[in-house]
């Protein structure tokens, strides 16, 4: 058979069954096996940038997947950069595999002929181009080895036309993935660990996106209800724990943070850390105000990794359930010797904590400030919604007002960040799981970045509800140039001389999205948001396709943040809730 078709036989047998991608000359060959070969359907990306975010989606969205994105030569594969860079910032295994000229040509400046290898290089765990049709099956199945060994990362796989098709000896059918490799943790080091519980008396865990990569929620969740320990979630471990659980203690950090959170951190004294990087949106810059007068224990899958932010007091290298389930066996024993401590009312303080920090959200303004949309989306979409965001003001605040009850229903691109990846994440993330009700949620300029996704989910009947709040603004880099003292090109208002009903509020995303084939609504008065969520669950899923919520905003409000990037000190520019009334959806009722 060709490279290419032994190709697509091993992406069967390593478990993939959907891919996403744009065709193009120096990948027809690759196509034409896929075509051939069945069993994995292709959705095509309006933008190959898209496609790579839709196999992010895809892979987070449920255990075990891995995305796979395709392109042809040149910029197909300088337009993947952004998604394998998110990828690999988040942990995130996915497989590019890319066109490329001929062998003979690669030295000659042909057309559309770049080294992508070279650069995907930083941005991936390997990226090879593939010079011998021979190599091609260890090629991939080295690929889906390093993808889920150690700390997942994506892979680039770089094929050149003639590569592709020529004719290989290969047998699919004794075909066999290679054994991962995961380190695992030591029952020693399990009970080194937890003796520096032993000896705290206000401890902590903090919950890290590895554990929802190693799909160890529930060992998580048994781990702390043994021991009574508080939770504290990171930004991509949310979910590990229900938000309305007793043990869950709130988000820490600079920007997505509760109050109750930050209080609660900074009054612990021992912090276990499982499957978390320290990152500096949670940590803060000042380091000291994060670890003094406080021991840490840190688990990690990736060795690096501990010491690399700052020098824990024990460190581990393991796969977070590995860990977690050693964890539990060493507490379980110490808890039938009479030697774990009682730490009930250390926890009954973190849920007081929690009744009483809050922040205010219900607002009747008009235009409509943005903590009211938070609001209602809480009592518009249930526990089982996933949902599906990037950066900015809106994910701040959706961090900081929502609400997430499940492992991999906070879909977020935590650390890279890139503008544009929400509509092509929500629809990777809709195509790998069709019974989990999507929420995506984005600012106007994050809707603006892919906005032609849409048309792919209208061609390929992928229905979610999109939230756009829209201010007109970069909300988040406003709020930052504050600190310099200046507003400078930052503003995205224009009066559109085909919708002056929408005032200086510039781009008409209703037109936009109902020209793309998906439903819009347009809401301006805080009081109508509710039956518009509604409308648009209804409307997903009459017509199967995406329906855009509008919410028209006041211009500038910020959203609360440290403005010197420093955990114990979280600037409160609105009003916070002072009576029960002001947090309706609040976790728990304001305890005044």
Known sequence: MTAARAAVEILKREGVTNAFGVPGAAINPFYKALKEGGGIAHTLARHVEGASHMAEGYTRAKAGNIGVCIGTSGPAGTDMITGLYSAIADSIPILCITGQAPTSKLHKEDFQAVDIAAIAKPVTKAATTVLEAAQVPGVFQQAFHLMRSGRPGPVLIDLPMDVQLAEIDFDPETYEPLPVYKPQATRAQAAKALTFLLESERPLIVAGGGIINADASDLLVEFAELTNIPVISTLMGWGTI?????????????????????????????????????????????????????????????????????????????????????????????????????????????????????????????????????????????????????????QIAAAQFLHVYRPRNWINCGQAGPLGWTIPAAIGAATADRETPIVALSGDYDFQFMIEELAVAAQHKVPYVHVLVNNAYLGLIRQAQGNLGINFEVNLEFENINTPEIGVYGVDHVKVAEGLGVKAIRVTDPSELGAAFEEAKKLSVEHQVPVVVEAILERITNISMSPNVDMSNVKEFEEIATEPGHAPTAIKPLKV
């Open 242 to 394: 229900p938000d309305d659980h007793e043990l869950s203690a709130g988000m820490v950090g600079v920007q997505t943070a509760h109050r109750y959170g930050n209080a609660t951190f900074l009054e612990s004294d021992f912090v276990l850390g499982v499957g978390n990087r320290w990152a500096n949106r949670h940590t803060g810059y000042n380091m000291e105000a994060y670890t003094k007068g406080r021991k840490f224990v840190h688990v990690d899958i990736e060795p690096t990794q501990i010491g690399k932010i700052f020098a824990p007091d024990y460190g581990i290298a393991s796969d977070a359930k590995a860990a977690l389930e050693l964890f539990i066996e060493v507490a379980k024993e110490l808890k039938a010797e009479g030697k774990l401590p009682d730490f009930s009312d250390w926890a009954a303080s973190t849920q007081e904590r929690k009744a009483a920090l809050q922040r205010r959200t219900h607002f009747d303004n008009i235009p409509i400030k943005p903590q009211r949309v938070y609001e209602e989306m809480n009592k518009a979409f249930g526990p089982e919604t996933r949902y599906v965001t990037t950066i900015g003001l809106s």
